[in-house]
């Protein structure tokens, strides 16, 4: 018991430490749980643990995750990226392989070795990638969403790479190709049965999976939902997992494979949600310690003895993929900077890789040196990510053009009118709606084509051109204009506009869309007379309603709420006073001393009965 708690404490302080440092660094967490395990190699060493023994139970974090995997896979999902996932997916995969085993054919390697190198090779970090494209608001570009099909065809690619593995293996390992299960688990409980009463057994046990997901596991969840014993939930559907891996382990096939399926069909269940949510932590805590595993057994001696070969294949390999998703690129037409993202940012090897080298060296598929050298490679092409997409971002992005299109020429305007909308989205839109309702015709102005056409369809006038272009303004009448309202989403151009406009027509009134505080003060320094912060009036509608669910009638929560709006008002103007457009306000020590003198008066407004003065007097009575 000492030993296992000392080995607990290790591993688990090890990434505690670690994984913060690495996402510091933006390295992301599974460089850090790597770093992790290379860090304390040293103390297990002392100790007398062997990582090896705790691999076996961290890997089914990775029979976990592909059930995670099996439930974002709803077919509506796989049917919108049918294109990119079967085509872009699974081109990347095909021909990386064919790529990497080429080259390990042609220095000598046996052909079974060479297609287990290039499908683990051929995979990326689906870990890495997405968190860095979310942090970066890439994930919903042309690029962004090109690279998420490759990614999530890789995973589902995992599935059949993990099955075909034991068939790969090398002389010398007889029997090791009917496992597909555990490694050195060739001895199943129906192994003395006759090849064709296996095969039935094994297609008993997968048709009994797809059709009790499919029939019998939603009214099970139902079930113990009623109870309202979240642990007896969490309890069903770790018992769910650990069983069809049991399941499919005593067949002889992939406990993976099993759980996938299952994921699969409980992508449309009711508690999809709720089973992500509640084995997510188990999974990402046993994949953490795999990966620790992982960095504690790789044998970086190697790279002190071999760092040029090392080096050079890592260097080779991050090139060759480079080259084939470029290919790709342009033969799925992306353009410009999409074209860029979706290449750099999947050149790399990915965490996926490890479970791979770790099944492949468990059925005798790789011999332990090259293993030891692969995984070094792996881990070397990962570690360099943040740095290949520091590269994309900083030069090879501000030096590539947008994709050429034909310029549309702006719309002639053809009447002028009192009032001037520049941006037609979700914010201009209700303002324009309700002016026309009233009667008013303003003209309004868009830059982009696509989204014009479409509110034109709808019988809603708009006007292609950049409104700070000066002649289009002209045009639309802004000298004799009383109003402009900015509507655009672009806080730089909204506070150009406001500037040139003030400048050059004083007596126009501006209403500008505001996306935070700062920006109402940039605004109100650029000239506009009015800056709405774009999420504040929806907030307070939201705190009024709270207050009422609270207990508040709704006389009273209102009158709180336009208490608050005033003081909210008040505080922004003397805020601007002493805000400075050059200094941070983090680091505006008069700008932090007004805030904090704001939230005091604020809670003492809050504080004192601001009831109706009528309902107060007959409450207290006469004096």
Same mark, same amino acid.
């Given at each position: 018991? !000492? ?23 933006? *390295? ?19 100790? %007398? ?26 077919? @509506?999902?796989? /049917? ?8 872009? %997916? ?52 042309? %690029?962004?969403? =090109? ?48 090849? /064709? ?54 067949? %002889? ?21 709720? *089973? ?20 504690? #057994? ?10 040029? *070969? ?84 900083? /030069?090879? =992005?501000?030096? +590539?053009?947008?994709?050429? =299109? ?12 009192? +009032? ?95 996306? #935070? ?41 209102? @009158? ?5 709006? @005033? ?46 003065? !009528? ?7 006469? !004096?």
């Amino acid at each position: 018991m !000492d030993t296992l708690l000392l080995q607990a404490a290790i591993y688990l302080g090890a990434g505690v430490i670690a994984v913060p440092i690495a996402h510091r660094l933006g *390295l992301g967490s599974v460089l850090g749980y790597l770093l992790a395990g290379v860090a304390i190699a040293p103390i297990l060493d002392l100790v %007398g643990s062997d990582p090896e023994n705790v691999q076996h139970f961290a890997e089914f974090g990775v029979v976990m995750m592909l059930f995670l995997v099996g439930l974002e896979l709803q077919p @509506r999902l796989l /049917w919108d990226l049918r294109l990119r996932l079967f085509g872009l %997916g699974g081109l990347q995969v095909g021909v990386t392989t064919a790529a990497v085993a080429a080259f390990c054919l042609v220095i000598g390697l046996d052909w079974r070795l060479a297609i287990a190198l290039g499908l683990i090779f051929a995979l990326s970090s689906t870990a890495i990638v997405l968190q860095t494209l979310g942090e970066k608001g890439w994930l919903r570009t042309e %690029g962004g969403q =090109s690279a998420f099909s490759v990614l999530l065809f890789q995973d589902i690619a995992v599935i059949p790479m993990l099955a075909l593995m034991p068939f790969l293996a090398l002389p010398g390992g007889e029997g090791v190709a009917g496992d597909l299960a555990a490694h050195g688990g060739g001895d199943t409980p129906f192994a003395h049965l006759p090849a /064709w009463a296996q095969g039935l057994v094994t297609l008993g046990v997968v048709g009994g999976i797809i059709l009790g997901g499919r029939y019998l596991t939603r009214p099970a969840f139902r079930i113990i939902a009623r109870t309202g014993l979240h642990e007896l939930f969490f309890s069903t559907a770790l018992f769910l997992v650990i069983g069809i891996a049991v399941l499919m382990s005593m067949v %002889g096939l992939s406990p993976a494979l099993g759980t996938f399926l299952a994921g699969v069909l409980l992508a449309e269940s009711e508690y999809r949600h709720e *089973l992500v949510s509640d084995l997510e932590p188990f999974k990402g805590l046993l994949l953490g310690v795999f990966f620790i595993t992982v960095g504690a #057994s790789m044998e970086f001696a190697l790279l002190g003895d071999h760092p040029g *070969l090392i080096i050079g294949l890592t260097l080779a390999l991050i090139g060759v993929k480079g080259l084939i998703l470029l290919a790709l690129a342009f033969a799925f037409r992306m353009k410009g900077r999409a074209r860029w993202l979706f290449t750099f940012s999947l050149a790399q090897s990915g965490e996926f890789g490890f479970v791979l080298l770790a099944f492949a060296g468990g059925v005798n598929v790789i011999p332990d040196a090259i293993a030891g050298i692969a995984g070094l490679v792996v881990a070397l092409s990962m570690m360099a990510t943040p740095l290949i997409m520091i590269v994309f971002e900083r /030069w090879v =992005s501000p030096r +590539v053009r947008r994709p050429a =299109s034909p310029e549309r020429e702006e719309d002639t305007i053809e009447s002028e009118a009192p +009032v001037i909308i520049a941006g037609m989205g979700r914010f201009g839109q209700i303002i324009q709606r309700l002016l026309v309702m009233d009667g008013y015709k303003p003209v309004v102005l868009d830059n982009s084509a696509e989204h014009i056409d479409g509110l034109r369809k709808f019988g809603i006038q708009v006007y292609y051109g950049n409104a700070m272009r000066p002649g289009l303004l002209e045009a639309a009448g802004i000298a004799r204009a009383k109003l402009l309202v900015v509507c655009t989403d672009n806080r730089e151009r909204a506070v150009e506009l406001v500037h040139h406009v003030k400048q050059r027509y004083p007596q126009v009134y501006v209403i500008a869309r505001a996306a #935070s505080r700062e920006h109402v003060y940039q605004l109100r320094a650029a000239g506009a007379d009015l800056a709405i912060r774009e999420m504040f009036g929806s907030s307070l509608d939201a705190a009024r309603q709270s207050l009422e669910v609270l207990g508040e009638t709704p006389a009273r929560a209102r @009158r709180k709420t336009e208490a608050f709006a @005033r003081h909210d008002e008040e505080s922004l103007q003397q805020l601007f006073e002493v805000w400075d457009a050059d200094t941070d306000v983090f680091d505006n020590e008069a700008y932090i001393d007004k805030a904090r003198s704001r939230v005091v008066s604020l809670a003492e407004i809050m504080a004192e009965d601001i009831g109706d003065p !009528d309902e107060k007097a007959s409450r207290d009575g006469p !004096d």
